[in-house]
T-cell receptor
Framework: QQQVKQSPQSLIVQKGGISIINCAYE??????FPWYQQFPGKGPALLIA?????SEKKEGRFTISFNKSAKQFSLHIMDSQPGDSATYFC???????????FGKGTTLSVSS | GAVVSQHPSRVICKSGTSVKIECRSL??????MFWYRQFPKKSLMLMAT?????????EQGVEKDKFLINHASLTLSTLTVTSAHPEDSSFYIC?????????????FGNGTRLTVT
């Protein structure tokens, strides 16, 4: 119930392409869904976050799509660049549990 | 933006010794900080929630006597790995939330790479 399932485990995208990472959850009490970007040897950095009262949120080249009925959300990276190569984690939390529950991560490689 | 500073970034210690890792919120006060552990190419596993002025809350399976957490002020939490063993070698990352609401942004430090020889 507390798990957040993330796919794919790894992703290779050509420069300029669209990177799509998907996450699914079971706990319907989750109501905060952030995405984090992590470079090797660094801590995760908050990229973008969404609440279930909206179906989409866009910040620059990054978009979160949220499907409440399917209990799924995804990250879309438009015009992917080599600098986007990193590990991406989805996460979820709710008011009852203040800590974030993370997905297993997706390693993105953008080829130039 | 909010900055969470973690020190040291890397530490190597001998088996049986103890190591202290510091986590500071530099430009905001954090009543709650979270400690995560990350194995190579793996996800972040929550170890414990550090509460200022009270005892930490540990996740199931985390030995509280081995991983001592102290949150003595609104800007500092420490994690002490006691009697370290090679299996404790890992990447430890702290985080703190800006603001009280559970859905306020959670910011992470840059982690501490612990190697126990």
């Amino acid at each position: 119930q507390q798990q957040v399932k993330q796919s794919p485990q790894s992703l290779i995208v050509q420069k300029g392409g669209i990177s799509i990472i998907n996450c699914a959850y079971e706990n319907t009490a989750f109501d905060y869904f952030p995405w984090y970007q992590q470079f090797p040897g660094k801590g995760p950095a908050l990229l973008i976050a969404i609440r279930p009262d909206v179906s989409e949120k866009k910040e620059g080249r990054f978009t979160i799509s949220f499907n409440k009925s399917a209990k799924q959300f995804s990250l879309h990276i438009m015009d992917s660049q080599p600098g986007d190569s990193a590990t991406y984690f989805c996460a979820a939390s709710n008011q009852a549990g203040t800590a974030l529950i993370f997905g297993k991560g997706t390693t993105l490689s953008v080829s130039s | 933006g909010a900055v969470v500073s973690q020190h040291p970034s890397r530490v190597i210690c001998k088996s049986g010794t103890s190591v202290k890792i510091e986590c500071r919120s530099l430009d905001f006060q954090a009543t709650t900080m979270f400690w995560y552990r990350q194995f190579p190419k793996k996800s972040l596993m929550l170890m414990a929630t550090s509460n200022e002025g009270s005892k930490a809350t540990y996740e199931q399976g985390v030995e509280k006597d081995k991983f001592l957490i102290n949150h003595a002020s609104l800007t500092l939490s420490t994690l002490t790995v006691t009697s370290a063993h090679p299996e404790d070698s890992s990447f430890y990352i702290c985080s703190a939330r800006v603001g009280t609401p559970y859905n306020s942004p959670l910011h992470f430090g840059n982690g501490t790479r612990l190697t126990v020889t």
